[in-house]
Antibody, heavy 122, light 106 residues
Framework: QVQLVESGGGVVQPGRSLRVSCAASGFTFSSYAMHWVRQAPGKGLEWVAVISYDGSNKYYADSVKGRFTISRDISRNTLYLQMNSLRAEDTAVYYC???????????????WGQGTLVTVSS | EIVMTQSPATLSVSPGERATLSCRASQSVSSNLAWYQQKPGQAPRLLIYGASTRATGFPARFSGSGSGTEFTLTISSLQSEDFAVYYCQQYNNWWTFGQGTKVEIK
């Protein structure tokens, strides 16, 4: 069965960096685009970033462009989100999500991890 | 950016009653629309894709309809496990979510 397990969240000061990870299993990780989606406390869902199945294409929401970097390690079946210059408004639960279609394209998210909480506070 | 607007923000329904949730897109998204269910403390779970196709594990009391800019999620007879927040998402042009509709017990 598909499993996505995030880790790496925590409390970080404004302006600092943090990297969160998502360990994937139960499917061919190298065949699917992967996403990060975040949810601020008590708020709705916001798409953050996507990486293509082979890592060659990466796209970001305007709110994080230039500060966040998505990457993947096929050998470790792991997705990453490097977050730099963090702001209070980046405080959220960060979910990784699997794209539904092998190879990419604009599609829905068929599996989600349980999320990891990132709190940006001094 | 395509803006997704859900209504109402909160829907109070008695168990066994019908619930109708709406989602409107700021421009046409064809049938590239998904619905997700999120219960407290849990991750979102795919419910509907392609505007009307139910995901694995959800019963027939859940149905989706619409195309273009207007979409509806209907729960025909609410069960206790259906009380949750429901989000619509367009995937026609990148990905954007509505702000959610909370279905609560009346």
């Amino acid at each position: 069965q598909v499993q996505l397990v995030e880790s790496g969240g925590g409390v970080v000061q404004p302006g600092r960096s943090l990297r969160v990870s998502c360990a994937a299993s139960g499917f061919t990780f190298s065949s699917y685009a992967m996403h990060w989606v975040r949810q601020a406390p008590g708020k709705g869902l916001e798409w953050v970033a996507v990486i293509s199945y082979d890592g060659s294409n990466k796209y970001y929401a305007d709110s994080v462009k230039g500060r966040f970097t998505i990457s993947r390690d096929i050998s470790r079946n792991t997705l990453y989100l490097q977050m730099n210059s963090l702001r209070a408004e980046d405080t959220a639960v960060y979910y990784c999500a699997k794209d539904s279609s092998p190879g990419g394209g604009t599609t829905w998210f068929d599996y989600w991890g349980q999320g990891t909480l990132v709190t940006v506070s001094s | 950016e395509i803006v997704m607007t859900q209504s109402p923000a909160t829907l109070s329904v008695s168990p066994g009653e019908r619930a109708t949730l709406s989602c409107r897109a700021s421009q046409s998204v064809s049938s590239n629309l998904a619905w997700y269910q999120q219960k407290p403390g849990q991750a979102p779970r795919l419910l509907i894709y392609g505007a009307s196709t139910r995901a694995t594990g959800f019963p027939a009391r859940f149905s989706g309809s619409g195309s273009g800019t207007e979409f509806t999620l209907t729960i025909s007879s609410l069960q206790s496990e259906d009380f949750a927040v429901y989000y619509c998402q367009q995937y026609n042009n990148w990905w954007t979510f509505g702000q959610g509709t909370k279905v609560e017990i009346k």
